[in-house]
């Protein structure tokens, strides 16, 4: 069947659907060893020799599902002073929508040394030539587009006597390290990236999208339309249904305000591309204009920026620094770098709001 994945691609899916974040960090932090669909995610990205390395498979939502219906393992009623206590789930922060998945960003994971992507920049161009005659050749042009690791860090401490009164402790506070690195990430990627990575929205003389000057004009219905069809350059895409837009909140909102024949732009949007959504980590508007990006993702390879992750997320429990006053530490730590390889892939968006 044409719909159907391919077996490995299926099989891959399978081992990210059913492994759990919570049980890497019992692995890491108890020393037990991985077993089931854990482990055998671990040796198919290479990290079964560093049990407290977790894939960033488990730190992303699988495909069609969102981050809110990945749960935390079940919670028993835990103990508390006095009288028993029914607890209920431990109920997690909330974060940015994610938006890199949505980017054309390919997150390869990647062993020691710095990782090299080559991309042709230049090259030669066919021409229809006379019997006989000759075509010149033409030097090629390769950029290596070099990477070197960058650290992204997140920490979290409790008490151990709340790790015995609180069921479900280890669980949310995993998932929350999960969520809280995911965000960090995406919000670095999309944004203006700061602490030594630019993100999309960066100036392009520092890594981002080439920008130009705000716009005079409040967006209508209609210039929405035209700023959706900018990313169709019969090239990285060939229509609206081939790119994905992410808008500011404040954009968005905008946008749902502005009615034509019974239908708001956003619903027409949504509609016409690929994706449409609002993310919480487009930075906000300056003088009334918000910027937003429009990502063309009809290139062969379907990717206009990388993102490598070194040799997944190390997990550190640590019980000796505060011991004498009881708190315990878990500290996340993953490498990464991101660079737009393609820039025509992407179109800095504009749109004044008021």
Not at 88 to 108: C, D, K, S, T
Not at 144 to 162: G, H, I, T, W, Y
Request: aromatic share 6%; charged share 20%.
């Amino acid at each position: 069947d044409p719909g159907e994945p391919a077996p490995e691609v299926a099989e891959i899916r399978s081992l990210q659907d059913r492994a759990s974040f919570t049980r890497y960090l019992r692995a890491a932090t108890d020393g037990d060893r991985l077993d089931g669909a854990e482990r055998e995610l671990s040796e198919l990205r290479g990290l079964s020799d560093t049990p407290n390395r977790v894939p960033w498979d488990v730190l992303l939502p699988p495909p069609g599902r969102s981050a809110a219906e990945l749960r935390a393992d079940a919670v028993t009623p835990g103990p508390s002073s006095g009288n028993p206590t029914n607890q209920a789930g431990i109920l997690q922060r909330v974060f940015a929508r994610a938006a890199v998945a949505r980017l054309g960003v390919y997150m390869p994971s990647v062993g020691v040394g710095v990782a090299s992507y080559p991309l042709i920049n230049a090259g030669q161009t066919a021409a229809f030539v006379d019997k006989g005659a000759e075509k010149d050749a033409t030097a090629g042009a390769i950029g290596s587009n070099l990477l070197e690791p960058k650290r992204l860090q997140a920490r979290v401490q409790f008490q151990l006597e709340d790790e015995l009164t609180t069921a479900g402790l280890d669980a949310a506070l995993a998932e929350d390290l999960r969520l809280a690195v995911n965000d960090r990430l995406d919000a670095q990627l999309v944004g203006l990236g700061t602490a030594q990575v630019s993100g999309v929205l960066a100036a392009a003389a520092d890594g981002g999208i080439g920008d130009y000057a705000d716009p005079s004009d409040v967006v209508t219905f209609a210039a929405a339309a035209e700023q959706a069809a900018r990313g169709v350059d019969g090239m990285h895409a060939g229509g609206e249904d081939e790119c994905s837009w992410i808008v500011g909140t404040a954009s968005y909102a905008k946008l749902a305000g502005l009615i034509q024949d019974a239908t708001s732009a956003t619903q027409r949007l949504r509609m016409l591309l690929r994706d449409f959504m609002a993310s919480a980590n487009i930075p906000a508007a300056a003088s009334n204009v918000q910027s937003g990006i429009l990502s063309k993702l009809g290139a062969v390879d379907g990717w206009n920026a990388v993102c490598p992750i070194w040799e997944g997320l190390k997990l550190i429990r640590d019980e000796i620094t505060n011991a004498d006053s009881g708190k315990v530490q878990i500290t996340a730590v993953a490498f990464h770098n991101f660079r737009v390889i393609r820039p025509s892939g992407y179109v800095r968006t504009k749109l004044k709001l008021a």
